[in-house]
């Protein structure tokens, strides 16, 4: 029996799962992550989540793989060094970029032309205030340039932007396409007009874009964050934004984001928190979305028609090749 | 002595104004439009307006030019028609045109991308119903392929968008540089993914994109109107929605838009509105407001702190041009 778990499944993405899984696996959908489920007995030995599950020690011994329908996989790592066991493990790293890019320039856009001022003035047709600036010749710091970072440079191409790019594996032939200038972490933040964090998140970058780092900016750039929110500690953001440092910030995803997550749908209390770090965290993130110069969004930047028909495919063929092979297409890389 | 009345300034015009006209000039600054304030006798010669002034027909014969701080001139070629007369008169033909092309596409992201459903979810941190549609490979119909239009397709070539353009004077140089293909209004409207009126405003464009012609709209595409409210009539809009021939509406500018943004200002009530066809615009467009697949802006899409450098520059010297020779450097077009 192919048996199978799909954890944190919103609608649209259940209807084009069940258009490619064949009908004859066993499946089990819920919108929650695992921990907001009965965890006693594990439900299938395949369990297939996205970020914000987190998976309980106990299911060690009957847990046989784990596919996560998602770019990012730390959540897979961490929970494999915790068992101090490697699993069969697959992620799928190429399906949301061009979505999670054109997000990117929504939220930027949104920034860039003060777009909350000016739908508020629009009860009032005043103009006051509301001037905001325009993208063609500003400077775009990509922060990452991975398989989203790629797309994000590729749009800001496009829009006649001056490129500056950070990342540790430089290609060449993709800048001098797309005139991309590789710099420093530190000289892309001083010269930035705009700063798009697209990293993974792993120890290396966990918190990298702090109040230290940024305070180097000279233009008090706006940035945008749709990788990891462990990346840009809220706290820091908050920071930040007192010191004029940055002039606005636009998230799609958060630190804590599976607890932060409960909290918003009212699953815990913020008393019942219990690490005072994740609640110090959580509370700094609820001053976020409420900040005049924050716009949020919920981790949704990956979701479009086109990436969840993509996603789904990619899910049904990374399993159908986890049960003919014991392993799947686009594994999760171990160190 | 050098005499101008500048209507309809707000905040920052004014500071970029100050800048750029010499000191000599004797000038009377207000936020109104002509008509609220007192019209009683004329404040200058010479009377600079945006797009929502109406110009008194008593002041007939002390007016001696019109510039109009804005690319339409709709406003100003209709006061002459009215009192039978063709003064000098100048208007702002490109200070606005990247500015206008870079908000479109924050509507069109906006509305692809079900931008307040999205904020509203965060509350809760769900993805239920959230799903967008990505750019790439999309129709875009680019309606009227001016200044500003040229401007819209070259953002829609760099995104990778298949473009179609409607223009009465086709450039085929322009089209094969950016992909564009020229078809009939009737076709850009069958087959767009995306509409944007970009014409405009002249006898033969008021009221063109109605429920008639927009009605052979075959999938279901969104609209954005950056040119003017008269070329999308509210009333049909509402119509085209409820039959779902558009999936959504995003607007910068209004039909009636002055007695629109007097109402919103507080300074007439619905029954001080005397045109029982006004009344009826402005109550369609109250109603468009409200409609959750219709985003507004407050008729800002030029409002960047570039193109209002532009602007006052491009003012400045259109009046010392009209001071020294008579004449305006960029002269509205007569027939």
């Not at 609608?11 to 965890?39: G, N, V």
């Amino acid at each position: 029996m192919y048996r199978v778990a799909f954890y944190e499944i919103f609608e649209e993405e259940e209807k084009h799962l069940l258009k490619y899984l064949p009908k004859e696996y066993d499946c089990f959908f819920t919108k929650k992550s695992i921990q907001d489920t009965d965890t006693g007995d594990i439900p299938a030995p395949v369990i297939s989540t996205r970020t914000q599950s987190k998976f309980p020690k106990h299911w060690k011994d009957k847990i046989e793989a784990v596919l996560t329908r998602s770019t990012g996989y730390d959540h897979v790592t961490r929970y494999f060094k915790e068992i101090n066991k490697i699993l069969p493990a697959g992620h799928l790293p190429k399906y949301a970029a061009r979505a999670v890019a054109e997000h990117t320039f929504l939220l930027i856009l949104m920034l860039a032309r003060k777009l909350d001022a000016q739908r508020e003035s629009m009860q009032t047709f005043s103009r006051d205030g509301l001037t905001g600036f325009e993208l063609l010749g500003k400077t775009l710091t990509t922060v990452g340039v991975g398989n989203i970072g790629s797309e994000i440079v590729k749009i800001g191409y496009g829009l006649d932007m001056k490129l500056l790019g950070v990342d540790i594996k430089p290609r060449e032939e993709f800048a001098q396409k797309h005139s991309l200038d590789y710099v420093s972490l530190i000289d892309g933040i001083t010269q930035a007009d705009i700063i798009v964090c697209a990293l993974p998140l792993t120890e290396e970058t966990d918190g990298l874009l702090d109040t230290a780092r940024l305070s180097s900016a000279g233009n008090c750039p706006i940035l945008i964050n749709i990788a990891r929110g462990e990346i840009t500690p809220p706290q820091d953001l908050i920071q930040l934004l007192k010191d004029e440092k940055l002039s606005g910030v636009g998230l799609d995803v958060y630190d804590e984001e599976s607890t932060l997550g409960s909290y918003l749908r009212g699953e815990i209390s913020k008393t019942g928190i219990a690490d005072p770090a994740v609640r110090e965290s959580v509370e700094a993130t609820l001053k976020l979305l409420k900040h005049p110069d924050v716009i949020c969004t919920p981790h949704n930047a990956f979701n479009t028609e086109e990436s969840t028909d993509r996603k789904s495919r990619q899910t049904a063929e990374n399993l159908k090749h986890y049960f003919d092979k014991g392993d799947f297409l686009t594994p999760i890389p171990v160190d």
